[in-house]
């Protein structure tokens, strides 16, 4: 085992970091690992204009330890009424980085997500020509298809298309979570690429549902079978530049996550670079992990590599059952488990 890890500030290419409250309780975590993070915009209600987008950007820089480095990368939700010269315009000043596509109802507060992609041409056409990053959650939501099936016929019914009819339109699938993702994503051009979460490289579906339901192995896109995880591993520690890190961490309430009904996300931002790397680790692939983590999303997105440095290193460590978010108690991914790796410095 390496005596530590040291490598380029990495950037978090989707994370949820809430509003309000729960905002001030977690964004921390999110700043003392990344340089940068692509900030999802499925708030209540969601940040739909650039207008939205830049308030949004201040309540998070509010929102900082004061003294922290950490720049938000803010993101605009697509809808059936998307104006595309909003969007434009939202790139030409410096407000938006990507916009996100949510089909409707596809996971938490995406009920005006978009009903039918096919009528969003003329908006993909406009961030084509302006260079805006489209980041998708992939998945139909058609009460037919399998929640276990969602990505690959996305891919097959929808983005296979938008991808031919918009050559230059650069395309992050988000939280890839399938073996038939990984082989899209590796056939199609420079201009499509993909994040991986922690969970989804450590978890296949049977930490959610074997020996009674798991809530906080929940997460939408749901956990798949084993074998599209080890595709996962494979993907990720592989050295691709088309796939980079992602965390989707999501945090809800413990409360809310174990009841009746409980709610879609991991909050896996306190322990995210130790999660990755143990991963990296154990797939005989830490020479390869400041790319995925540090390079790939940076050059992806056509932006400069971070500055800093962070430091890993090998101790144990156990993970809390839970964490204060503000007077929230949140539940962390990987509670009460031991993690090989702790960050240093950074």
């Not at 692509?38 to 987008?53: K, Q, R």
């Not at 480095?69 to 938006?96: I, N």
């Not at 080890?230 to 965390?247: E, N, V």
Request: proline share 7%; hydrophobic share 45%; charged share 20%.
């Amino acid at each position: 085992m390496a005596d530590s890890l040291t490598i380029r500030r990495p950037d978090d290419w989707h994370v949820h970091l809430r509003d309000g409250a729960m905002l001030e309780g977690v964004v921390e975590h999110t700043a003392r690992q990344f340089g940068r993070a692509i900030v999802m915009p499925n708030l209540s209600p969601p940040v739909t204009t650039t207008a939205a987008a830049q308030a949004y950007r201040a309540r998070i820089m509010a929102a900082l330890p004061p003294g922290t480095a950490f720049e938000p990368l803010m993101t605009a939700y697509l809808t059936d009424h998307t104006d595309p010269a909003d969007l434009v315009r939202g790139k030409a000043e410096g407000v938006l980085t990507a916009a996100k596509l949510y089909p409707a109802n596809a996971t938490t507060n995406s009920a005006h997500g978009v009903s039918d992609i096919a009528r969003l041409d003329p908006v993909f056409a406009a961030m084509e020509e302006a260079r805006l990053v489209l980041c998708i959650h992939g998945e139909v939501t058609d009460p037919e298809i399998d929640v276990f099936d969602r990505e690959a016929v996305f891919i097959a019914r929808h983005l296979e298309r938008v991808v031919r009819s918009f050559p230059g339109l650069k395309i992050v699938l988000e939280h890839l979570t399938t073996g038939e993702g990984v082989a899209f994503v590796e056939s199609a051009g420079s201009n499509v690429a993909a994040t991986i979460t922690p969970q989804h490289l450590h978890l296949n579906r049977n930490a959610m549902l074997v020996g009674g339901i798991r809530p906080h192995a929940y997460c939408l896109p749901v956990a798949k079978r084993e074998k599209h995880r080890l595709a996962l591993r494979k993907a990720a520690t592989s050295g691709s530049p088309k796939f980079f890190l992602g965390t989707d961490s999501a945090p809800h309430a413990k409360h809310d996550k174990e009841s009746s009904c409980g709610c879609a996300g991991i909050f896996n931002a306190p322990f995210a670079l130790e999660s990755y790397l143990q991963v990296f680790e154990d797939e005989g692939a830490l020479d390869r992990f400041e790319g995925f983590a540090s390079l790939h999303g940076p050059a992806f997105y056509g932006l400069p590599v971070n500055e800093g440095l962070v430091t890993l290193v090998p101790v144990d460590h156990v993970v809390p059952d839970t964490i204060d978010a503000a007077g929230t108690s949140v539940v962390p991914f990987h509670a009460g488990e031991t993690l090989r790796w702790r960050l240093a410095s950074g």
